[in-house]
């Protein structure tokens, strides 16, 4: 089992700035990749962004450039970079792990909301 435990969330101004941490905890060594999701009030959860173990990187088209994942394999922490944010990046945004292994087994954090005004 993970644990994961985001944080950085908060309420911001278009064209501001936040940072999404998210520590795991656990079964720390079974971890591949770690990522980030969101869901907007009455839409589907979307992937945001991914980091493998390797750190290649993946994210959506609506924040490339805007964007940035990272994460600490010292600290199991993943980072989510986020720059010149717009009201539609108002949502609750998941941490999840992904496990080596097929299938691989996918936990997720709690959410944390990230609300931008305009």
């Known amino acids: 089992q993970v644990q994961l435990v985001e944080s950085g969330g908060g309420s911001v101004q278009a064209g501001g700035s936040l940072r999404l941490s998210c520590a795991a905890s656990?079964?720390?060594?079974?971890?591949?990749?770690m990522g980030w999701s969101r869901q907007a009030p009455g839409k589907q959860r979307e992937s945001v962004a991914r980091?493998?173990?390797?750190?290649?990187?993946n994210y959506a088209d609506s924040v490339k450039g805007r964007f940035t994942i990272s994460r600490d394999n010292a600290k199991n922490t993943v980072y989510l970079q986020m720059n010149s944010l717009k009201p539609e990046d108002t949502a609750v945004y998941f941490c999840?792990?992904?496990?080596?292994?097929?299938?691989?087994?996918?936990?997720w954090g709690q959410g944390t909301q990230v609300t931008v005004s305009s």
């Open positions: 999840n792990t992904d496990s080596w292994g097929l299938p691989p087994v996918t936990y």
């Open positions: 656990g079964s720390v060594s079974s971890i591949n990749a």
């Open positions: 980091i493998t173990s390797g750190g290649v990187t």
